[in-house]
């Protein structure tokens, strides 16, 4: 079977040239052939297959350590979400609005879990204040926001829907 698949795959010159050599040439041909295949192996895979695992052990450490990290941020997280405070009450928000956003020009309405907020012309930096400041008074994080830019340099029009952050599930 292997003679007749030889037969198939080596061209008929190669092979009448194999033939016309005497047993001895065959096998140190053979045994010629066998190194050099044994020799491309070893240098297309094994070399680098060892190459890479070597590279892989090298890296774990630094693996372990960033998985470790993340674990323990991921623990820090829990921890957070654990002591939160309670949702502010609505004079709570009502209050951190007002003082967010006094003299700013906006206005807000509340609907249903979301307060929209609209600023007609406002600094951009003043907008990211008061967003701050509702977030530590109110506790309420933008979910939506539209802002678009005013021919003033700096300025914008806001709307900005603010609700509750989402808790993470555990």
């Known amino acids: 079977m292997i003679v007749a698949l030889a037969d198939k795959l080596v ?3 190669l ?22 295949l044994v020799a491309l192996a070893w240098a297309l895979l094994w ?14 450490p ?23 405070r309670p949702p502010a009450s609505a004079t709570d928000a009502e209050r951190a609005l007002a003082a967010a956003f ?27 204040a008061a967003l701050e400041a509702v ?3 109110a506790r309420l994080v ?5 802002l678009t830019a005013r021919i003033e340099p700096g300025t914008v029009r806001a709307e900005v ?3 509750r952050p989402a808790t993470p599930r555990n």
């Open 11 to 13: 061209p008929p010159r």
């Open 102 to 128: 006094a003299g700013l020009g906006a206005t807000w309405e509340a609907r249903g879990d979301t307060v929209r907020v609209t600023a007609g012309s406002i600094s951009f930096a003043s907008l990211v």
């Open 142 to 146: 933008p979910v939506e926001a539209t």
């Open 161 to 163: 829907a603010l609700g």
């Open 15 to 36: 092979r009448g040239w194999h033939r016309a050599r005497t047993p001895a040439e065959r096998r140190i041909i053979g045994l010629a052939a066998l190194v050099a």
């Open 62 to 84: 630094q693996r372990d350590a960033q998985l470790a990290e993340a674990k323990r941020f991921a623990d820090e997280i829990a921890g957070l979400a654990r002591s939160a």
């Open 135 to 137: 977030q530590t008074g």
């Open 47 to 60: 070399q680098p297959l060892t190459a890479r695992m070597a590279a892989l052990r090298a890296a774990a």
